[in-house]
């Protein structure tokens, strides 16, 4: 898998505070390798080795989570290639995934996934987070994660309407430092405010921003 590569994973999981147990670590850098080899057949990520994986996606993906305390289930919107819900399953192993994802090869390659990492606490829901497969979910989120899904304001809609109560919502929008007015009002729609937090990632040296919104009602 690449010494270096593990070398990285486990330098940015200790700067996260995250506990890089061996078990851990192998199991991210496992998915690593079974992504980017299900990548050539099927155009799942952009990155071209398992170094820009680590630090482009994992680590991308687990550096917001200690911002809040994440409640079952845990929802992940638009799930893609398993970023953010595959490393946060790793990470959280007490807590219960369920990965919302409409593409049928992006769906089928998380299916694929879960039982080779031995992930009991995942599952994989076939279906847009709007569509029949999953109505069931409306109002039942504990948290939703929702990482380069839909701008903003489609967003917030879309995933704040799968929390209940006093769940919260967590989007990953990069550069995207201030909500403008339809987004705030959105928000208040639900009796919550967007909570804007600049996010460091180990290894990169772009601004991630992570916004954060309560549901009250």
Same mark, same amino acid.
């Given at each position: 898998?690449?010494?270096?590569?593990? &070398?990285q994973?486990?330098?940015?999981?200790?700067?996260?505070?995250? &506990?890089?147990?061996?078990?851990?670590?192998? #199991?991210?850098?496992?998915?690593?390798?079974?992504?980017?080899?299900?990548?050539?057949?099927?155009?799942l990520?952009?990155? +071209?080795?398992?170094?820009?994986?680590?630090?482009?996606?994992?680590?991308?993906?687990?550096?917001?989570? #200690?911002?809040?305390?994440?409640?079952?289930?845990?929802i992940?919107?638009?799930?893609?290639?398993?970023?953010?819900g @595959?490393?946060?399953?790793?990470?959280?192993? #007490? #807590?219960?995934?369920?990965?919302?994802?409409?593409?049928? +090869?992006?769906?089928?390659?998380?299916?694929?996934?879960?039982?080779?990492?031995?992930?009991?606490?995942?599952?994989?829901? +076939?279906?847009s987070?709007?569509?029949?497969?999953?109505?069931?979910?409306?109002?039942?989120?504990?948290?939703?994660?929702?990482?380069?899904?839909?701008?903003?304001?489609?967003?917030?809609? @879309?995933?704040?309407?799968?929390?209940?109560?006093r769940?919260?919502?967590?989007?990953?929008?990069?550069?995207?430092?201030?909500?403008?007015?339809?987004?705030?009002? @959105?928000?208040?729609?639900?009796?919550?405010?967007?909570?804007?937090?600049? @996010?460091?990632?180990?290894?990169?040296?772009?601004?991630?921003?992570v916004w954060?919104?309560?549901?009250?009602?």
């Amino acid at each position: 898998m690449g010494k270096a590569s593990e &070398d990285q994973l486990r330098r940015g999981l200790a700067e996260l505070r995250i &506990d890089s147990a061996a078990s851990t670590a192998a #199991k991210l850098l496992e998915f690593g390798s079974l992504l980017l080899e299900a990548n050539q057949s099927t155009n799942l990520t952009g990155a +071209k080795n398992l170094a820009a994986i680590v630090g482009e996606h994992i680590l991308d993906s687990l550096a917001p989570l #200690k911002l809040i305390s994440i409640k079952d289930p845990v929802i992940d919107v638009g799930s893609g290639a398993g970023f953010p819900g @595959i490393p946060a399953a790793v990470v959280y192993p #007490k #807590k219960r995934f369920i990965l919302v994802e409409p593409r049928a +090869k992006r769906a089928e390659f998380l299916a694929s996934v879960i039982p080779r990492l031995g992930l009991k606490n995942v599952t994989v829901v +076939k279906s847009s987070a709007q569509g029949p497969g999953a109505a069931n979910l409306v109002g039942a989120g504990g948290s939703v994660l929702m990482r380069a899904v839909a701008p903003p304001a489609r967003a917030l809609q @879309i995933g704040l309407r799968l929390l209940r109560l006093r769940g919260a919502l967590m989007l990953f929008e990069g550069r995207a430092a201030m909500p403008n007015a339809e987004d705030r009002a @959105i928000a208040r729609r639900y009796g919550g405010l967007i909570q804007v937090r600049r @996010i460091s990632v180990p290894g990169l040296t772009v601004t991630r921003h992570v916004w954060v919104v309560e549901k009250l009602r």
